[in-house]
């Protein structure tokens, strides 16, 4: 209930490409928010992209025009293909979702780590 888990984090050259993956345990339809964050070392948890239960998308202008947010209801799965990636892309990527409406949650995966480096 609620559980959501990463994957597909890992080494990548600049310009290179990474799909990472966030599988909740139950139907995403009972979130009203679920995007992703990553926090590297030294900096504050910043949010990347989000998606919500209308399908509305928002992104970070670090990352406008290169990281695409996408969901399977059937899989209850939201997804994160990052294309053109930078060094400074280098980060743990964690998995959130959000639920406003009474009872109020908000659940966060495990992360996966993202390395951009030659």
């Known amino acids: 209930q609620g559980q959501l888990v990463e994957s597909g984090g890992g080494l990548v050259q600049p310009g290179g490409s990474l799909t990472l993956s966030c599988a909740a345990s139950g139907s995403i339809f009972s979130f009203d928010r679920m995007g992703w964050y990553r926090q590297a070392p030294g900096k504050e948890r910043e949010l990347v992209a989000l998606?919500?239960?209308?399908?509305?998308?928002q992104y970070a202008d670090s990352v406008q025009g290169r990281f695409t947010i996408s969901r399977d209801n059937a899989k209850n799965t939201i997804y994160l293909q990052m294309n053109s990636l930078k060094p400074e892309d280098t980060a743990v990527y964690l998995c959130?979702?959000?639920?406003?409406?009474?009872?109020?949650?908000?659940?966060w995966g495990q992360g996966t780590q993202v390395t951009v480096s030659s």
């Open positions: 998606i919500t239960s209308g399908g509305s998308t």
């Open positions: 959130n979702a959000k639920r406003y409406r009474p009872p109020s949650s908000d659940y």
